[in-house]
T-cell receptor
Framework: AQSVTQPDIHITVSEGASLELRCNYS??????LFWYVQSPGQGLQLLLK??????LVQGIKGFEAEFKRSQSSFNLRKPSVHWSDAAEYFC?????????????FGKGTRLHILP | GAGVSQSPRYKVTKRGQDVALRCDPI?????LYWYRQALGQGPEFLTY????????KSGLPNDRFSAERPEGSISTLTIQRTEQRDSAMYRCASRPSRFETQYFGPGTRLLVL
């Protein structure tokens, strides 16, 4: 079945440590790929997106993600996390070539930061 | 400018009552989407509009759910005869055109007692 998988429900890292959040998708064609962040009481904020071109995408707040077609993955990374990065992170895809299509979200990964 | 706004932010209702959730998109945005997010889950698509036309309502769970966007701007999601399983965060998003990404509002948290 078509899906977006975020295998880690919770991740805990120390402040200043590096971070990688995993995301895999199972769609035939290369979908449009996104990472969103949701802080408590806030809406969903777009961190970055991949439509085509360079497979390493830079986003806001120092985040980046790399699209790997062979692994059907779009992992999110940050070299050094800050306490303010504690939030829930959603990987998402627009699976079809029609950009009007709905966004399909993963179940999310909650990031906890240790001081 | 102002982002996507939703009202009310919180709604508590009794089972069997009807509720109407409002979404005010960013001015000039063509497309408007509704999603529902259960606790511990990612948002799930409900329906979307281009201008006033409802393009896809395949995500509406049953006929108690309906949505409209009569003038191509503000949209209302209506849930009739609410049930406890309808309790969730309801999120709205808008997009300026088909070549842009969606911008999300803060959501309406619905609790059905």
């Amino acid at each position: 079945a078509q899906s977006v998988t975020q295998p880690d429900i919770h991740i805990t890292v120390s402040e200043g440590a590096s971070l990688e959040l995993r995301c895999n998708y199972s769609y035939g064609a290369t979908p449009y790929l996104f990472w969103y962040v949701q802080s408590p009481g806030q809406g969903l904020q777009l961190l970055l997106k991949y439509f085509s071109g360079d497979t390493l995408v830079q986003g806001i707040k120092g985040f980046e993600a790399e699209f790997k077609r062979s692994q059907s993955s779009f992992n999110l990374r940050k070299p050094s996390v800050h306490w303010s990065d504690a939030a829930e992170y959603f990987c998402a895809v627009v699976p079809g070539v029609n950009r009007d299509d709905k966004i399909i979200f993963g179940k999310g990964t909650r990031l906890h930061i240790l001081p | 400018g102002a982002g996507v706004s939703q009202s009310p932010r919180y709604k508590v209702t009794k089972r069997g009552q009807d509720v109407a959730l409002r979404c005010d998109p960013i001015s000039g945005h063509v497309s408007l989407y509704w999603y529902r997010q259960a606790l511990g889950q990612g948002p799930e698509f409900l329906t979307y509009f281009n201008y006033e036309a409802q393009q896809d309502k395949s995500g509406l769970p049953n006929d108690r759910f309906s949505a409209e966007r009569p003038e191509g701007s503000i949209s209302t999601l209506t849930i009739q005869r609410t049930e406890q399983r309808d309790s969730a965060m309801y999120r709205c998003a808008s997009r300026p055109s088909r070549f842009e990404t969606q911008y999300f509002g803060p959501g309406t948290r619905l609790l059905v007692l």
